[in-house]
């Protein structure tokens, strides 16, 4: 078994050139939408780009969370989740879009200088809602993930080819635990910044918590996907077996439950407060169609995927563990719809309009990223085994593994 | 549970969860020897004896506080939750490790959990029973306290289901009630093992009679192994609930410093982070009185320090976005709750705080410190202190000074206050001293489940 070189099944080739296509296309179009509608278009890349870089980062914590952590299920899906993390100089290359946003005074109501003129308190918060400070602060947040991601990856492969795997493994293991400090601290700033400041008004101090939550949530579901796939065909179909599935569901399951109870949170302190710097905010997400995708938050990011995951056997039955996660995929889309969509429809001026709009580039947006992103996901998952061969608890972590269950 | 699971840790095998050389008889003997044991050692007796005497400046202040009111305390007004509510919530968070240990650790088949989750546990409930005492009392009227309890009455009168403080009499009583279940039902086999090796009649007879009766049949075990785990399923939600409701008593109001959507998850962690120290502050000396190092090894030490770091972390984070956003919501009350906790009379708690609770668990990150019982002694200690504080800081110096400066006021404890909270830790110490003496401290036959004896049939 450890001579085999696990390398990707040539229908990974497939999936790449289609994602490619579809991405091609679909970005495409939404950038034609640019010169129809600038407004629309900056506000559907956004969302696209917070969605698939939500991915990357997930992966990113989910990576160090398995090396701490030291799990079959982690084992199996560590290149995966590598490759993700391999994606962020793409994920600065699409980050540009929103950089040209600032200049415009799009998007962001704080880099439009008529309205801030007029408002006392974003005036004083200028300190820290500027373009300059905004650009720097995403630089040091992509540079942080980018020094972490780099020797995460060179220790990783290092270990494939390395006499003492230990070392590598000892290493990694050291690096994950203080990374994951300054991936919270970075990953907050970063919601703070990219979402949150969508309204300047608002504040909530679980925001990041939850965000991260989600974008956690977002991960596991896109890898179980992943996994399900792959172990359709050799090599990985002799090495995923149902306990992995099993520990993934479950971490799933913990992330759905995770993100209800943050999101419950942050809904139920705003809402028996009703303050008037804070409720607006709701009141905006629960008004006319707001309020039906509210409602399908609760019930399919939620309850189905709770009530469905729950009993023990669900988790070892493939197929309906990747409906689950596709739906999951779906939802986490609905939900950051629901959360960048209502504040962002300002006029100059400084009158809040957020009556439901549904563009057609809020689809074509998120799925041409979404395209390239999975096409250069791929490209970084072929150049490596599929899995970390020379691991010293590889064996261990091989199809049902000995004595368990 | 499985064994030879290579899901496990490279780094934790090397030291076992307990020491090599025992047999199913050796580790029976070892532990029942502490409860059934004829001579008391002296060391229990003077340790007894000085946690019972300052248990009795509790039982004095509350015959105090009946007869003369709540008006002993230094509650005033703006500052109407002071030390009642400090130590209700610092005593509640301190059993949140207790409920982890058995119930969390029980389900993700963690095995090192085996040693210290009945001593934990036994944690847990004397904590919940100090803690009770807190609000119970704030009352006024505790013989009217079961007013707090919807039922029909024929005054008509109802308690307000939409104040988090209902929610908290449902989610504490919820706790304590699962706690003690859990924790007798776990007990009921070594019970057994107690009742038939003692000597004495009257140890003999007591020991029956709450062994309920246990013979050890396989159904016996069978019924055993289904009660507990249900058990363990009711338990791990409490983890999460019964401190998010406690945040809420806080979070649902508008003052600035409790109006915080974090308080939630952070109150969680750093009940968890207080419950770890207590664990630690009370097993480093356990172990090493009644030598019990081969049972609780450095492992055991080591992994409740790395959970005492990761939570200390997620600390440090809401200090962290409370100060951040604090000044980030442009919020004139808000920005001044941060600037008077950092700057204000009661300036020295807060950065008292940031000492105990964010500096000192750095220390954990070195490998060297984790392996050092002294050096987690004292971090544990200096954690339990610095929890103390956090509440301080939440409850009393956002009470006293909030919207109206008019209304400003300055808060002192009392001796009253005092008396109570040294009298609860006093309290506490006597039950964990009883306990120590009368029960197992350690789980007999789920310690014997560790050898390898044990395993030969699982892996046939």
Redesign the interface.
């Known amino acids: 078994m450890m001579d085999a070189a696990y390398t990707a099944p040539p229908e990974l080739d497939r999936l790449q050139q289609r994602a490619l296509l579809v991405g091609v296309v679909a970005l495409g179009l939404t950038v034609a939408g640019a010169f129809l509608n600038r407004e629309q278009f900056f506000r559907s890349y956004l969302l696209a780009y917070v969605y698939w870089i939500g991915i990357s980062l997930g992966c990113f914590a989910i990576l160090m969370i398995q090396h701490l952590a030291t799990g079959a299920w982690g084992i199996v899906i560590r290149r995966l989740l590598e490759s993700a993390t391999r994606t962020f100089p793409l994920g600065l290359v699409l980050f540009v879009p929103i950089a040209l946003a600032l200049f415009g005074g799009h998007l962001y109501i704080w880099t439009d200088a008529n309205f801030v003129a007029h408002d006392a308190i974003l005036q004083d918060k200028a300190k820290y809602l500027n373009v300059p400070f905004f650009l720097g602060r995403t630089a040091l947040y992509f540079f942080i993930w980018f020094v972490i991601a780099y020797f995460l990856n060179k220790w990783s492969r290092q270990q494939d080819e390395a006499s003492d795997p230990k070392e590598m493994k000892r290493k990694m293991q050291d690096l994950s635990g203080p990374s994951l400090v300054l991936l919270g601290g970075t990953m907050t700033f970063a919601s703070i910044d990219w979402v949150m400041s969508l309204d300047p008004h608002w504040t909530s101090t679980i925001f990041g918590i939850l965000f991260m939550g989600g974008q956690a949530l977002s991960a596991m579901a896109f890898i179980i996907t992943m996994i399900v796939f792959l172990a359709n065909f050799k090599p990985m179909k002799e090495v995923i077996a149902g306990r992995h599935l099993n520990d993934l569901g479950k971490l799933m399951l913990a992330f759905v439950m995770l993100w209800a109870y943050f999101a419950f949170s942050q809904f139920l302190i705003i809402w028996s407060g009703n303050l008037p710097e804070e409720i607006p905010w709701y009141l905006n997400r629960l008004s006319g169609a707001w309020k039906l995708l509210a409602g399908a938050i609760i019930l399919f990011h939620f309850i189905l995927p709770f009530f469905l995951l729950l009993p023990r056997k669900a988790n070892r039955n493939p197929r309906l563990l990747v409906t689950v996660a596709l739906l999951i995929i779906v939802m986490r889309y609905v939900d950051l719809y629901w959360l960048v969509g209502p504040q962002v429809s300002h006029e100059v001026g400084g009158k809040m309009n957020a009556a439901f709009h549904f563009s057609w580039m809020d689809i074509a947006a998120p799925v041409g990223v979404g395209g390239i992103w999975l096409w250069y996901f791929l490209t970084q998952l072929k150049k490596l085994p599929l899995l970390p061969i020379n691991e010293p608890q590889l064996e261990g972590a091989l199809g049902e593994g000995a004595g368990h269950h | 549970m ?6 496990k ?3 934790t095998t090397r030291v076992p969860v307990l020491r090599p050389g025992y047999t199913f008889g050796s580790i029976t003997d070892k532990i029942a020897a502490i409860a059934l044991g004829r001579k008391t050692p002296i060391g229990w007796l003077i340790g007894f004896s000085l946690s019972f005497g300052v248990a009795m400046m509790l039982f004095y202040s509350i015959g105090v506080l009946l007869l003369k009111g709540i008006g002993i305390w230094g509650n005033n007004n703006p500052v109407g939750w002071a030390f009642d509510i400090i130590n209700f919530v610092w005593w509640i968070g301190i059993g949140h490790a207790g409920t982890l240990i058995s119930a969390i650790l029980l389900l993700f088949r963690q095995q090192w959990r085996t040693s210290i989750n009945r001593f934990a546990e036994a944690m847990t409930l004397f904590a919940v029973a100090c803690a009770g005492v807190y609000p119970a009392l704030h009352t006024g009227r505790p013989w009217l306290d079961y007013w707090l309890f919807p039922y029909p009455n024929t005054m008509g009168i109802w308690p307000n289901f ?1 104040s988090p403080l209902i929610w908290d009499v449902f989610a504490v009583s919820t706790y304590a009630t699962v706690s003690a279940l859990f924790w007798f039902v776990g007990l009921v086999p070594d019970l057994a093992t107690l009742r038939d090796r003692a000597k004495n009649r009257t140890a003999k007879i007591i020991y029956g009679m709450l062994a309920l009766g246990w013979r050890g049949s396989a159904r016996h075990w069978h019924r055993y192994e289904t009660a507990y785990l249900l058990l363990a399923g009711l338990s791990t939600p409490l983890v ?1 609930s019964v401190h ?1 409701v406690v945040s ?1 008593d806080f ?4 003052v600035p410093g409790w ?7 952070y109150f969680v962690a750093g009940a968890i982070y207080a419950g770890f120290a207590m664990v630690l502050t009370i097993s480093i000396p356990l172990r090493k009185f009644y030598n019990l190092q081969d049972f609780i090894t450095m492992r055991h030490i080591r992994n409740m320090a790395k959970i005492m770091l990761a939570t200390g ?1 997620i600390v440090a ?2 200090y ?3 100060a951040f ?1 604090a000044w ?4 004139e009350y808000e920005r001044f709750m941060i600037y008077n906790r950092m700057t204000g009379p009661y300036w020295w708690s807060y950065w008292s705080l940031i000492l105990c609770n964010v500096i000192t668990p750095q220390f954990l ?1 070195a490998r060297k410190v984790r392996h050092s019982t002294t050096a987690l002694f004292l971090i544990s200690l200096v954690v339990g202190v610095g929890m103390w504080l956090e509440r301080f800081v939440i409850i009393v110096v956002s009470l006293h000074r909030d919207f109206l400066p008019s209304s400003w006021a300055m808060y002192a404890p009392t001796r009253y206050d005092w008396m109570m909270f040294i009298g609860t830790l006093g309290l506490f110490s006597a039950l964990m001293f009883l306990f120590i003496r009368f029960l197992p401290v350690i789980s007999i036959f789920e310690m014997r489940t560790l050898l390898p004896e044990s395993k030969v049939k ?2 046939a």
């Open positions: 499985s064994t030879n699971n290579p899901d840790p490279e780094e939409r999460l998010t809420f979070a649902v109001g508008i109006h915080a959507t974090i308080f939630p998850p972390l984070y809401g962290m976005m409370e956003m980030y919501s442009g919020n990150w699982e892996e």
